[in-house]
């Protein structure tokens, strides 16, 4: 399984960034998914996750602000960011999770099985 984010950049605090993640070897239909940010200096924390039933589980910083979401016919995980803030900078990943039925298993990296590399979102103030 190789998985490829994209969409990251430079944006303004209030703008707006979708992040995609392509999958390949793997159908994301039948794939748990999250999305994980690491600022420098940082831990890796978790920021939205969507299980195979498709419920949705989201970071407090972030709830309301981001949507997770998936684009079968693209094999394609979607976050969109909108209001973004300067703490929002950070590396973001997307990975294929296991068994993703809770929150609680959403937020440990330790359910997730595959990473990609991450796209570097920048907000400025």
């Not at 209001?83 to 330790?110: F, M, W």
């Amino acid at each position: 399984v190789q998985l490829q984010a994209s969409g990251g950049g430079l944006v303004q605090a209030g703008g707006s960034l979708r992040l995609s993640c392509a999958a390949s070897g793997r159908t994301f239909s039948s794939s748990a998914m999250g999305w994980f940010r690491q600022a420098p200096g940082k831990e890796r924390e978790f920021v939205a996750a969507m299980a195979r039933s498709g419920n949705t589980y989201y970071a407090d910083s972030v709830k309301g602000r981001f949507t997770i979401s998936r684009d079968n016919a693209k094999n394609t995980v979607l976050l969109q960011m909108n209001n973004l803030k300067p703490e929002d900078t950070a590396v973001y990943y997307c990975a294929v999770g296991d068994q993703l039925y809770s929150i609680s298993r959403a937020r440990r990296t330790e359910n997730y099985s595959y990473w990609g590399q991450g796209t570097q979102v920048t907000v400025s103030s």
